[in-house]
């Protein structure tokens, strides 16, 4: 799907500065397909985030007989089919590297009359899936996968579903929503009990469109065969592509950055609160809700960070944003200690090890530990290297961060997969004062 490979070349910088509104939420704009095609109506999206992952699981959408029209500048209609609308598809579903969409969408067709192939790149060939498809069979799914429960996934129609109540042994929105959307087409009630709160974006936006959703603590539950009604979803910016410039803003003397309508829901802020902890001059204001989900602007001034054991009860909240706090955590003065993220060695790469051995590469002292890292800290000491992101988006957009405040220019390989979740990065790190080409010729 992405296939002209990229090396970003990032030059040391100065201040970030300006105004900006970055892309749309990808959680969101995955869910707002989702469910805009099985409701019944026309959905109008508006914000939606156009980068690969959730193109594809648009793409999916429509091989399945549902009319999506791509009006420009995010916005969407969706011709919703109904619960029951979606016809088989002829090819194996694409989703790319998009875990969210494969782990959704198997949710989401566990349930459904028809067989269906899902399939993806060779990172998302590699994560695993065991997590959806045991509760999935529980509930009544017939679902193979290859070996070691990895995808291409091959889901076997006709299966009645029935509700079940399931504590998840990891906390993964994924696995959350995923039941949830199976329990749609299942009889009874579907539970799903979380070890730690997950984004609950899946949640909210039911209650959107209108189908009954309960949570008690730690427990949601919905009752299946229910309706969606069509609606209008409004999708924020992405807190986790404006991680990279808070970080980069609070790293650079003199900078002070404003980020519009950045979506800030709770179970999304994790970020804001670790860099915070760390010493971080964030304001966040013009709060309001925009279709159940909180958004607000947020100004980020430079501010010196000092290192910080992680809280692990925020680890689920900032789960995608561990990147770039690594490189907020080199630039930050004494160590900083993170436990009970081992999920991150699961993500598009094995995130604690390509971010160790980029980091060793630029001269940081940091060590790899099963569920972690231990990185120590200082003002000043990032150098440049040449890093291979491992086709991770965010790692690639984290090292083009640190390249910013290094002592000497960045390349970082294998970076066209940014475009999976932040399409026209490199043209906004610019705006805002980054010193960023792609593919420069010398
Ligand atoms: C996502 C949930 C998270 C996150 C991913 C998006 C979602 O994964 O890492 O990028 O949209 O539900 P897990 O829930 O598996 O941790």
């Known amino acids: 799907m992405l296939s002209r490979e990229q090396t970003f070349h990032v030059r040391p910088g100065g201040a970030v500065t300006g105004q900006v509104r970055v892309p749309g939420d990808k959680s969101i704009s995955h869910r707002s397909i989702m469910l805009g095609a099985i409701a019944d109506g026309v959905t109008e999206i508006s914000g939606f985030l156009e980068g690969a992952d959730c193109l594809a699981t648009l793409q999916s959408m429509q091989e399945m007989g549902v009319k999506i029209d791509v009006l420009g500048h995010g916005h969407i209609r969706v011709n919703g089919v109904g ?34 192939i899902l399939k993806g790149d ?41 509700g079940i109540c399931y504590e998840m042994k990891v906390a993964s929105a994924q696995v959350k929503s995923a039941l949830l959307l199976a329990g749609l087409y299942a009889s009874g009630e579907t539970c799903v009990i979380e070890p730690a709160p997950t984004r609950d974006h899946t949640e909210r936006m039911l209650a959107g469109f209108g ?19 069509a609606t209008r979803v409004e999708v924020p910016a992405d807190i986790s592509s404006a991680a990279f410039f808070i970080v980069a803003a609070t790293l650079m003397p003199g900078s002070e950055l404003l980020l519009e309508h950045v979506g800030v829901n709770p179970t999304r802020t994790g970020v ?27 100004r980020v ?46 993500k598009e790469s094995d995130r604690i090890k390509v971010m160790a051995d980029g980091l060793l590469a630029c001269g940081i002292q940091a060590q790899a530990t099963p569920d972690g890292i231990i990185i120590q800290g200082k003002p000043g000491q990032v150098q440049g290297a040449r890093i291979d992101s491992q086709g991770d988006h965010r790692i690639a957009m984290a090292f083009a961060v640190a390249g910013q405040c290094a002592s000497s220019p960045m390349l970082i390989d294998n970076c066209a997969n940014v475009a999976t979740s932040f399409p026209g990065f490199a043209a906004l790190a610019k705006h805002v004062g980054l010193d960023i080409e792609i593919n420069p010729s010398c």
Do not use: W
């Open 83 to 116: 619960l029951h609308g979606l016809k088989t598809p002829v090819d194996p579903l694409d989703f790319g590297n998009s875990g969210t969409a494969m782990r959704l969408m198997t949710g989401l067709l566990a349930g459904q009359e028809f067989n269906a």
């Open 122 to 162: 060779q990172s998302l060939s590699n994560r695993p899936m065991g997590r959806i498809i045991e509760p999935l069979v529980q509930m009544g799914a017939t679902i193979e996968a290859a070996e070691n429960n990895r995808p291409p996934l091959h889901i076997r129609g006709g299966n009645p579903l029935t």
């Open 211 to 229: 189908y009954p959703i309960q949570r008690n603590d730690n427990r949601i539950c919905l009752q299946g065969g229910g309706r969606l009604k």
């Open 272 to 298: 804001i609160d670790i860099l915070r902890l760390m010493g971080a001059n964030i304001d966040i204001f013009n709060q309001s809700e925009v279709g159940g989900e909180l958004v607000a602007d947020l």
């Open 301 to 346: 001034r430079h501010a010196a960070l000092h290192g910080i054991d992680i809280p692990e009860a925020l680890v689920p909240l900032a789960i995608d944003e561990f990147p770039v706090i690594f490189i907020a955590a080199a630039n930050a003065s004494g160590t900083t200690r993170l436990t009970g993220a081992s999920e991150l060695r699961v």
